[in-house]
């Protein structure tokens, strides 16, 4: 059997100070995988630029001029890291046996590429690396996420803990998940509902190499929220369930307040009439905070925009015939914008 064309998937924002470095010890570790023949010699690196704003573009453009393993997808704007990464996976699909996702940055261990590739060849269509610890997060990342896979194990969303979006899937594996037509794409709850046997892989997770998280807490906020408000209705419920219990509750006190008032005890009552205005007026505002989440999904939803833009994508453009791909010395590449195609 042949060995399997993997395609490492890298979504870059704004990465220039890392890219390099990361760039280099990728190229290394597929040559090594390649000459231990557990990859094809035709396996590729993508790097999928999402809108950055310094040279990230310029860097992998001209890095893949020199390496034909160097390929890149350019998105027309910024849309988020999931949708990056979704972009890239599904660029590379229809080329490569298998793909693994993992962040520009390094922060996870590549050498367990190597175990998800022993793990692919047994069998597995998904292989999740997992972080074993958080020494290196700061005190507050760590105790932030993983207050976050909590949550959304008690909201009921089938994670996988610790597992950030590093990991390996078969070509089937993303081809399913492309059929997942949603536009509010939350790949840690997907892929398990996607199937297939999978297994993990447990790593160390390191610090940033260079630059900056690209990650603050508002996107990380939102990132929480959205995960939750796209993969489970417990917060719905659990608002339903509160207006319940207030209503039982102000039946009981309704009931002691008429009892009060023919016994001739009423008081002035001022203090816990304005807290239960309070009290109501902040479930209130609660639960429509909810309800109107909810409701933006599903204006999203309908709208059915796509994901992703591509402005340019040298991997397709280089498969077919690999050779007249490469650049003549002194040449310069025509930039290549698959929407301007007419087929
Ligand atoms: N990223 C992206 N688009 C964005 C934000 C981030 O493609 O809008 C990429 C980023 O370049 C990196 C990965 O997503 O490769 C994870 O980001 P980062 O390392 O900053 O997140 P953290 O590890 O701090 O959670
Ligand atoms: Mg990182």
């Not at 995988?33 to 396996?43: A, G, Y």
């Not at 290196?136 to 959304?152: E, G, I, P, R, W």
């Amino acid at each position: 059997m042949n060995a399997p064309l993997l395609t490492i998937v890298v979504p870059c924002y704004n990465e220039e100070e890392v890219l390099p470095e990361t760039m280099k010890q990728l190229c290394a570790l597929l040559d090594e995988l390649n000459t231990d023949n557990l990859i094809s010699e035709k396996s590729k690196l993508l790097f999928v630029d999402d809108g950055s704003k310094d040279q990230t573009w310029s860097i992998i453009y001209k890095k893949g001029l020199e390496d034909t393993k160097i390929k890149g997808l350019k998105l027309a704007r910024n849309v988020g890291h999931q949708n990056a990464l979704l972009a890239g996976l599904f660029a590379a699909k229809r080329h490569s046996d298998c793909l693994v996702s993992i962040d520009a940055d390094l922060q996870d261990d590549i050498t367990v590429i190597r175990e998800f590739m022993n793990s692919y060849s047994k069998g597995f269509d998904v292989v999740y690396g997992v972080r074993k610890e958080r020494k290196t997060d700061t005190f507050f990342k760590k105790h932030t996420a993983q207050s976050f896979y909590k949550l959304m194990q008690f909201m009921g969303v089938n994670l996988v803990y610790n597992h950030a979006d590093f990991r390996l899937m078969s070509r089937r594996a993303v081809e399913a998940l492309e059929q997942f037509n949603e536009s509010n794409l939350f790949l840690r709850g997907v892929v398990p509902l996607v199937g297939f046997q999978s297994t993990s892989v447990f790593y160390d997770r390191k610090e940033r190499l260079a630059g900056e998280t690209k990650y603050p807490l508002r996107k990380m906020l939102s990132f929480a929220l959205d995960g939750v408000t796209s993969f489970s209705v417990t917060p719905i419920r659990f608002i339903s369930l509160i207006g319940f219990l207030s209503f039982f509750v102000s039946l009981l006190f309704g009931g002691y307040f008429f009892y009060l008032k023919f016994s001739g005890q009423t008081q002035t009552g001022w203090t816990s009439l304005i807290a239960s205005i309070w009290l109501i007026g902040g479930l209130q505002l609660i639960a429509l905070g909810f309800i109107g989440e909810y409701i933006g999904k599903i204006y999203k939803e309908s709208k059915r925009r796509p994901k992703f833009v591509v402005d340019i994508d040298t991997y397709n453009l280089g498969f077919p015939e690999e050779e007249s791909f490469a650049p003549k010395e002194g040449e310069i590449l025509i930039d290549y914008n698959p929407l301007s195609e007419t087929n």
